[in-house]
T-cell receptor, first 118, second 117 residues
Framework: EAGVAQSPRYKIIEKRQSVAFWCNPI?????LYWYQQILGQGPKLLIQ????????DSQLPKDRFSAERLKGVDSTLKIQPAKLEDSAVYLC????????????????FGPGTRLTVT | AQSVTQLGSHVSVSEGALVLLRCNYS??????LFWYVQYPNQGLQLLLK??????LVKGINGFEAEFKKSETSFHLTKPSAHMSDAAEYFC???????????????FGQGTILTVHP
């Protein structure tokens, strides 16, 4: 079974530039998460999708961050314009569903994209 | 909101020594509890989970954790450390009360485990 794929693995940009990250979840996983992991901290949820609908985006800085999952499979996360404090690892995770059972907490993570904003 | 606290951002042990990583949770009800591991330059991987039933939970790679309600703790242990255990470990709980978190997790700040030869 193929895992969660993310690209690019590394990205360096200057502040005020834009950047996009791509995620392909495990086949059949309806729920997709984007996390921000700042150095020395645990992952913080940015947005959660169920199929192509948003379940929770309460922690997403919507003035500069956007995300979509148009066909309920792949997802992109965009930052425009980037700030220095956006330097972090952006993790994508997926799970079968988020509705019931303890399996909804068993999330499968991709390797992440390390973003450096200079 | 539920939260977790991991005591010690760095733990260093010798190969073959006992590994103990501490996690305390804040909750008024018995929660689900999880430990995830992150190897260098990789995403997180589920190590073990407590849901209901037996309070001693066994996970992958010889790790286990014990749920202690009286102490609100879920410490992770391994009897004998191996060099390959060097990684960052995260304790996690569902973000909302009861069944309202819809799969969302709140992670602790992480503990980096270093294993010396």
């Amino acid at each position: 079974e193929a895992g969660v794929a993310q690209s690019p693995r590394y990205k360096i940009i200057e502040k005020r530039q834009s950047v996009a990250f791509w995620c392909n979840p495990i086949s059949g996983h309806a729920t997709l998460y984007w996390y921000q992991q700042i150095l020395g901290q645990g992952p913080k949820l940015l947005i959660q999708f169920q199929n192509n609908g948003v379940v929770d985006d309460s922690q997403l800085p919507k003035d500069r961050f956007s995300a979509e999952r148009l066909k309920g499979v792949d997802s992109t996360l965009k930052i425009q314009p980037a700030k220095l404090e956006d330097s972090a690892v952006y993790l994508c995770a997926s799970s079968l569903n988020h509705f019931s059972g303890t399996g909804r907490y068993e999330q499968y993570f991709g390797p992440g994209t390390r973003l450096t904003v200079t | 909101a539920q939260s977790v606290t991991q005591l010690g951002s760095h733990v260093s042990v010798s190969e073959g020594a006992l590994v103990l990583l501490r996690c305390n949770y804040s909750s008024s009800v018995p929660p689900y509890l999880f430990w995830y591991v992150q190897y260098p330059n990789q995403g997180l991987q589920l190590l073990l989970k407590y849901t209901t039933g037996a309070t001693l939970v066994k996970g992958i790679n010889g790790f286990e954790a014990e749920f202690k309600k009286s102490e609100t703790s879920f410490h992770l242990t391994k009897p004998s450390a191996h060099m390959s255990d060097a990684a960052e470990y995260f304790c996690a709980v569902p973000s909302g009360a009861g069944g309202t978190s819809y799969g969302k997790l709140t992670f602790g700040q992480g503990t980096i485990l270093t294993v010396h030869p």
